[in-house]
T-cell receptor, first 115, second 110 residues
Framework: EAGVAQSPRYKIIEKRQSVAFWCNPI?????LYWYQQILGQGPKLLIQ????????DSQLPKDRFSAERLKGVDSTLKIQPAKLEDSAVYLC?????????????FGPGTRLLVL | TQLLEQSPQFLSIQEGENLTVYCNSS?????LQWYRQEPGEGPVLLVT?????EVKKLKRLTFQFGDARKDSSLHITAAQPGDTGLYLC??????????FGEGTQLTVNP
């Protein structure tokens, strides 16, 4: 079974530029998550999707971050415009459903450096 | 959302040594998960503990959940270089949302 795929793996941009990340979850997984992991910290949930609907985006900085999962499969996360403090690893995870005890499977992440 | 405190933040040991890392909270955990994250990869689930006092073993790794369900520990016996990584604890809240601690960065030197 293929794991969670993410691209690109690395991205370097200048502040105020835009950037987009892509995630393809494990086949059949209805729930998709985006996390931000700043160096030296644990991952922080940005947004959770159930199929193509948003379940929780309470920690998403909506003035600059947006995410979509239009067909309920793959997802994109966009930052526009980027700030220096957005430098982090952006992790995508998926699970079969948003039920208690369901395992989340993480992708390798996209490492973003904002200069 | 309760904060999860992990200690130590960094740990560097020699191959063959034993070690313990900790995860604590001021509030009761409903359940607790331990993950390992290797460089350049996402976190991988090691174990979930649910019941107070529960002990789970995974080869050389022993996970313990405190009786009051406010703390947990991970003990590694005879550490190997392959154990190197970031060890994260996480609490699951409603809707399967995970809140992670800051992690313990473990380095096992050959």
């Amino acid at each position: 079974e293929a794991g969670v795929a993410q691209s690109p793996r690395y991205k370097i941009i200048e502040k105020r530029q835009s950037v987009a990340f892509w995630c393809n979850p494990i086949s059949g997984h209805a729930t998709l998550y985006w996390y931000q992991q700043i160096l030296g910290q644990g991952p922080k949930l940005l947004i959770q999707f159930q199929n193509n609907g948003v379940v929780d985006d309470s920690q998403l900085p909506k003035d600059r971050f947006s995410a979509e999962r239009l067909k309920g499969v793959d997802s994109t996360l966009k930052i526009q415009p980027a700030k220096l403090e957005d430098s982090a690893v952006y992790l995508c995870a998926s699970s079969r459903r948003p039920a208690w005890g369901e395992t989340q499977y993480f992708g390798p992440g996209t490492r973003l450096l904002v200069l | 959302t309760q904060l999860l405190e992990q200690s130590p933040q960094f740990l560097s040991i020699q191959e063959g040594e034993n070690l313990t890392v900790y995860c604590n909270s001021s509030s009761v955990f409903s359940s607790l998960q331990w993950y390992r994250q290797e460089p350049g990869e996402g976190p991988v689930l090691l174990v979930t503990v649910v019941t107070g006092g529960e002990v789970k073993k995974l080869k050389r790794l022993t996970f313990q959940f405190g009786d009051a369900r406010k703390d947990s520990s991970l003990h590694i016996t005879a550490a190997q270089p392959g154990d190197t990584g970031l060890y994260l604890c996480a609490q699951e809240t409603s809707g399967s949302r995970l809140t992670f601690g800051e992690g313990t960065q473990l380095t096992v030197n050959p």
